[in-house]
Nanobody, 129 residues
């Protein structure tokens, strides 16, 4: 089992910034993917961004490219999501996730919910106009 704990959510006005953190209980030397997903009320959970833990290859949803940056700190076992230029449509519960699959170096980390096996409890992000 892997425990994931998100933090850093909150309320911000449009154009503002937030940084989400996800502390993981798993210390790994394998190229697992870790990702951020979000779910707005009445909508399905959707992909935001992911990163391969060892080689750092990243993947972003088109809706957040150029505004969000995913990163990780291996020493702290922590995943981050820096969110800039936030829009009201970014309002959602944001979830951190990881899986048991390891990726070849340089391959794109997964973007589908089904590719992830462990999930955090989520943190609310609210962007007002």
């Amino acid at each position: 089992q892997v425990q994931l704990a998100e933090s850093g959510g909150g309320s911000v006005q449009a154009g503002g910034s937030l940084r989400l953190s996800c502390a993981a209980s798993r210390r790994t030397f394998r190229n697992y993917a870790m990702g951020w997903f979000r779910q707005a009320p009445g909508k399905e959970r959707e992909f935001v961004s992911s990163i391969n833990w060892i080689d750092g290859t990243t993947n972003y949803a088109d809706s957040v490219k150029g505004r969000f940056t995913i990163s990780r700190d291996s020493a702290k076992n922590t995943l981050y999501l820096q969110m800039n230029s936030l829009k009201p449509e970014d309002t959602a519960v944001y979830y951190c996730a990881t899986g048991i699959r390891s990726y070849y170096t340089g391959s794109s980390p997964g973007s589908a919910v089904r590719e992830y096996d462990y999930w955090g409890q989520g943190t609310q992000v609210t962007v007002s106009s």
